[in-house]
């Protein structure tokens, strides 16, 4: 804390009263304050300033990062302009940049270089920013004079709308109160007659919070592909812990198909393809509490989904990855590989044309609504509420099922591994990293039902082992990819310029690849003498 | 953070009105702005409502052993603070004096600052003194107002002179014309015909007007209380041409 983090405390207008009363209970209590008597703290005179109305645009990323990170981002729109507004939780001031009119969907390369883009960067990265809801805002400045009618404390009191349709929705009002550098008594004094002699209570939620509550599912879904643990009683049929998963993986698909139909950003699509494969996982591990010939078929329906979207996704991954990649490059080759980029990203806009044309077409409804009619199939077979699914281990308890399985992936991991050494080819630490990833979905699915600290060393060790098996296979794919676009580059004006660069950059991947390879044995050797959680 | 310094040997040419309206136009442009009213008559602290005084005075300011962010003062404009005169600051030389590197005293007063403000505004106190010296060592531009007469021109050749000749990292100058009365034709030919000559002055003229003086009643920046007089205009152009020119 230092003294420009100025105390700025907001409180909640309370319910039936607007800003207007509570401005005029303070300038009451205000004006009759210690100014008749001889001794005390000097008069303070609240002075309106002319009121604001405007347009308020809650933005965030679909996951929320700005509300999580303490910051609230409006657009806010006026008749002739429009601005971004950052606000961050009891910092002082705001920080705005000026945007276009028209636009209300936000990528970092949309915005402006300065603080705002600067503050943004680290949190959403490559997520785009989306109207969450819409506000009206009633903004009452008020300043706090001294007898130099100096301004000493800043309020503003404001009352809100949300507009998600026609019919505004009233949201609690606030109250802020902020210090003036240098001023601190006179901010104590009007904060203490706020909360003491007003009996305002703090706000503790945010305003998106608060419009989320009033406006339930008329906000946009935030997406669910990264659920916390699910909370499974170990006792639980393996069926239907498997089947509520299953629904919560669904719910996240269809959360984020929208968003990748639309290309907002590149983590729509992402996400949904994390659900599809964690339910794939889910499918396979637990194959034994579901009937095995509808199991079948919506593996297939599963993989299919995945097949159609892959290429997209690995497009999106190069050109994320494209800055980093040739940043190894000398600064006066960097230009030479700027054609590839082309092509890459030519690439990528087919590839996408062609999985948005799939993905709204009648295959893939049919298959979604097969996978959806099976998730229901298999809650309701058994009717009896105590279990679900027909396949053998349906209704034993979810934590031997589980807990087996986790057991049998671990020993699995173990048993390739030590089948690893220098001579082995890339494959067999490829196949090593997809049975991690199992064994990572298990735990994060099922872990909740299994002891706590095992759980978490697993999680760990696992975490460091995939991260060197990652690094070793990206490396692999990125060479590969590179190389593949050869052919196309060599027909291509500067592409000659180009092969030379990337050739530079396919044995620096190569030399990456190789120390990846090199620390695999001792992050193994810390992974294969765990206890297994059971 | 970039340092510029409102600077001129002779006093009355409209430093103190540039500084507290350019500040202020600073602010409203979203820089967290600083200005430092460095002159012991303490003008800018007055027109900014807030008392003229330091604890500890200068003395203590400039040994390093004043807490300079409890000094500092918030103004009736978000975004700028102020740190005050004090009536103290007359003996600063005297101060400045009796200290190690002498003329890095100031930039040190300001270098705990650096991660809190985009701009200082260093309001200075007339004449070429040990005082000033620090402000050239520490100023990334001097702004110079400039009354178009013959005599006001010999001085700014002499600073300007000064400056490149003698300051060890000199700062950029950028002068401009203040106090410019329309109706005499001296001023109007000055005005017209010296930027083309000298490239360090900017063609903005602030104007004579009534509204800068009325500064003093109305205790609040021009662009504030008038944003659409002459007065407020001439800032404002006189803002983006700085902008500009130091890259803020």
Redesign the interface.
Known sequence: M???D?PIRTYLVPAGSNAADVLAELVALLSAGPKARRKGPPPLAPVARPVQMTTWNVLDTADLRLRDAGLDLGLETASASAQLVLRENGAR?V??VRVPRSQRRFRLQDLPA??VKDRLAPLIEVRALLPIVELRRRDQPV?VHNP????VV?LTLTDLWATPGTDPVRLPGRVEVAA????PKPFARVDGLLHDRLGLQPATTRVVDDAAALLGDQLPAATVSHPPPFELAADDPAGDAAVRILGRLADAVEANLPGALDDLDPEFLHDLRVAVRRSRSVLREMKRVFDPAARRVQAEALRWIQAVTGPTRDLDVQLLEWDELVAHLPDERQEDVEVAHRVLAARRGEAFRRMKATLRGSEYQERWAGWRRFLEDQAAVGGDGQGVGSGPDAHRPVRRVAGGRIRSVYRRMVRDGRAIDDQSPAEALHDLRKRGKELRYLLELFGSVLPERPVRRMVASLKALQDVLGRHQDREIQADNLRALAPELAALPGGADALLALGALVDRLRVEQREAREQFAERFAAFEGLKVPS | MKVLATYNIKGGVGKTSAAVNLSALAARDGLRTLLWDLDPQGGASFLLRIQAKVKGGGRKLVRGRADVPLLLRGTDIDGLDLLPADFSYRHLDLALDGTKRPTRRLGQVLAPLEDYYDLVMVDCQPAISLVSENVFDAADALLVPLIPSTLSLRTFDQLSGYVKEEVERPPEIIAFFSMVDGRKKLHREVVEQLPASRPDVVPVGIPAATEVELMGVHREAVVESAPRSRAARAYRQLWQEIRNRVGV
């Open positions: 230092t003294p420009f100025m001031g920080s705005a300065g603080r300043e130099d009618a100096k301004t800043r003036v550098l240098g001023y």
